[in-house]
Nanobody, 114 residues
Framework: EVQLVESGGGLVQAGGSLRLSCAASGFTFDDYAIGWFRQAPGKEREGVSCISSSDGSTYYADSGKGRFTISRDNAKNTVYLQMNSLKPEDTAVYYC???????WGQGTQVTVSS
């Protein structure tokens, strides 16, 4: 059974940092891209970043370029999202998703106070 478990969210002041983790199980982790998404209250879910399975290439939405860094540790079946210089508009529930599937984690809340 595919499982994705996010952690690392919390309350932080503007300008602060958080590192989110997405721990995966139930599939061959090395073979799949993983993406991070977020959903703010009253808004649609949007893509934040993703990392490929093969060469570790990465993608960032404009909202996170220069501030967010995605990485993966295949030995730990975990993908990370390092978020720096956080802004109040980054407040959302953050989800990870198995690439090419409809498997999502339960989400982790990130709240950035001004």
């Amino acid at each position: 059974e595919v499982q994705l478990v996010e952690s690392g969210g919390g309350l932080v002041q503007a300008g602060g940092s958080l590192r989110l983790s997405c721990a995966a199980s139930g599939f061959t982790f090395d073979d799949y891209a993983i993406g991070w998404f977020r959903q703010a209250p009253g808004k649609e879910r949007e893509g934040v970043s993703c990392i490929s399975s093969s060469d570790g290439s990465t993608y960032y939405a404009d909202s996170g370029k220069g501030r967010f860094t995605i990485s993966r540790d295949n030995a730990k079946n975990t993908v990370y999202l390092q978020m720096n210089s956080l802004k109040p508009e980054d407040t959302a529930v953050y989800y990870c998703r198995l690439g090419g599937s409809n498997h999502w984690g339960q989400g982790t809340q990130v709240t950035v106070s001004s």
